[in-house]
Each structure stands twice: as structure tokens, then as C-alpha cells.
């Protein structure tokens, strides 16, 4: 019986075939955050253009905090919400006060409630928009009640400027909805 001799280019040829399975398998996660990322961004400056475009008709006073146990809701509040209500796959919308009170809500009994301890809310009081991909299995916010049986969805949180000369934000609009478009692109 011959003895098996050590083939450099069957080793070779393996060794080559696992680092190019390697870096594409690498990129192919890289670029998948990328661009989901890079997509969710794009959506959301967008939405906001849209909902400071309706803000800008209705007036910043709609989102006036009167320190009512029950916020009152005004008519051009509903309208503004009539609007935004249109935006696809949206699960629920709340409406944040610069005093950090829900507004308005699809979610009856977040109304009127504070939430000091949000992160994202804070960075959107600021002038940031902050959009991101979440998965229930990982919520533990207060705000996340009564989501339904998704799996995953987008968060983003919407500062609303008023029409002052330095543009303060008067409103952060937090909703939740489903990426139909993100998934329709990456499928």
C-alpha cells in the first residue's frame, strides 16, 4: 500500500475556498446592517419632513402642555394625527410634550403618563431623530405595551420644530411600524 503523501495544492485549494466563504459571509453581515441602517435613516428624515410640513400648517401651539391631569387634544392636534395616521405599516404613535408627557396616543392609557427614564426621547428633545430596528424579545420599556404579535419593527422618535427663528423642538413624535419597505428591499 502506498503511503498518502501531503498535496499542497488540495490544501491549498480548501484553505482558499474557507477565507473567501469567510470575508463573504463577513460582508454580506456588514453590508445588511449598512444598508438597513442606511434605509431606516432615509425613511425617517423623510417622515419627518412630512409630519414638520404638517406642523407648519397646523401651528406648534397644538402641542402646547396645559398640565391637565388628561392632555386636551385640539382640533389641529387631530388633524396632524389624522396625517400621520396614514404613514404605512404604522403599529402605534405617541406624541410627547417637551415636558416628556404622551400627548396623544393609539394606546388609550399612555396618555398623560411621563417617561423621565427614555434615552431616545432625550436625544429627540435635543433635535435628534433616532430610528432604529427593535425586536420585542428585547423591549422592556414602558411604553411597549400592547405592541401585537410582531416580531420586529422600527422605532423612531421624531422632534417636531415650531417656526420660530431658532426652530426649538415643540413636539417629539415616537412611532412604531413595520419595516414593509426595509424587508421588500433586503428579500
Known amino acids: 500500500m502506498p503511503k498518502a503523501t501531503f498535496n499542497l495544492r488540495l490544501w491549498f ?23 438597513s441602517d442606511s434605509l431606516i435613516d432615509r425613511e425617517s428624515q423623510v417622515s419627518q419632513e412630512f409630519l ?6 397646523n401651528g ?3 402641542f402646547a402642555d396645559d398640565g391637565a391631569a388628561i392632555p386636551r387634544q385640539s382640533l389641529e392636534l387631530l388633524d396632524f394625527v389624522k396625517h400621520a395616521l396614514n404613514i404605512p405599516g404604522i403599529l402605534r404613535i405617541n406624541i410627547y410634550t417637551t415636558t416628556r408627557r404622551v400627548l396623544w396616543s393609539t394606546e388609550d392609557k399612555l396618555v398623560g403618563q411621563t417617561f423621565n427614564d427614555n434615552d431616545e426621547l432625550e436625544r429627540a428633545l435635543n433635535g435628534e431623530i433616532v430610528a432604529e430596528m427593535s425586536y420585542l424579545t428585547d423591549a422592556n420599556k414602558a411604553e411597549h405595551v400592547a405592541l401585537g404579535n410582531v416580531d420586529h419593527y422600527i422605532e423612531a422618535y421624531m422632534p417636531l420644530h415650531g417656526t420660530a427663528p431658532d426652530r426649538p423642538v415643540v413636539a417629539v413624535m415616537e412611532f412604531y411600524r413595520l419595516p414593509l419597505r426595509l424587508d421588500d428591499r433586503l428579500a
Open 13 to 35: 485549494a480548501i484553505g482558499s475556498l474557507g477565507s473567501i466563504v469567510l470575508i463573504c459571509s463577513a460582508a454580506a453581515f456588514w453590508l445588511n446592517g449598512y444598508l
Open 52 to 57: 414638520e410640513t404638517i406642523t407648519a400648517v
Open 60 to 62: 406648534a401651539q397644538m
